[in-house]
Structure formats: structure tokens, C-alpha cells
């Protein structure tokens, strides 16, 4: 599996998660214009966050499912 390393991205509130085995994606608002990753420190704690994801892979109308995942929690150092 390829990784790649992440440089930047947004702090986002009210958010809607978006992850399968391939893709994550997040969208809501507000969010903040940028924060880069080397800003973030890890706390060595975790919490549960909802997600959603296509059932059983089929995209199509009315075929979304949420999940929960335990994920862990970065703090921003609260520089840019």
C-alpha cells in the first residue's frame, strides 16, 4: 500500500468523516485556512469518532453507513 506523508491540512469543526480502506475525507466548517503537520503534537490519548462509509462498497443513493473508530488525538501547538 502507498502512503504519503501529509504537509498540511485544516483544523475542522462540525465535521462529516468520510473513510473506507482506501480513502479518508473530511468536510465541514468552519475550519481554519491552513495548519501544517509539524505544528500538531501527538497526546498519546484517543477518542471515538464517527465515520461513514458506502455499504458493502456500492455506491449508490441511500447506501451510506456510519461506524465508529477509535482514533488518535494530536494537539496544535497554536502557531502557523
Same mark, same amino acid.
Given at each position: @500500500?502507498?502512503?504519503?506523508?501529509?504537509?498540511?491540512?485544516?483544523?475542522?469543526?462540525?465535521?462529516?468523516?468520510?473513510?473506507?480502506?482506501?480513502?479518508?475525507?473530511?468536510?465541514?466548517?468552519?475550519? *481554519?485556512?491552513? *495548519?501544517?503537520?509539524?505544528r500538531?503534537?501527538?497526546?498519546?490519548?484517543t @477518542?471515538?469518532?464517527?465515520?461513514?462509509?458506502?455499504?458493502?462498497?456500492?455506491?449508490?443513493?441511500?447506501?451510506?453507513?456510519?461506524?465508529? @473508530?477509535?482514533?488518535y488525538?494530536?494537539?496544535?501547538?497554536?502557531?502557523?
Amino acid at each position: @500500500m502507498r502512503h504519503t506523508r501529509l504537509v498540511s491540512g485544516n483544523i475542522t469543526f462540525n465535521y462529516s468523516a468520510f473513510r473506507d480502506d482506501r480513502v479518508v475525507s473530511c468536510s465541514g466548517g468552519a475550519g *481554519t485556512i491552513i *495548519t501544517y503537520t509539524d505544528r500538531l503534537v501527538p497526546t498519546g490519548e484517543t @477518542m471515538l469518532i464517527w465515520y461513514w462509509r458506502w455499504k458493502n462498497g456500492y455506491v449508490e443513493g441511500d447506501n451510506g453507513e456510519e461506524y465508529a @473508530m477509535n482514533v488518535y488525538v494530536w494537539e496544535w501547538d497554536g502557531t502557523n
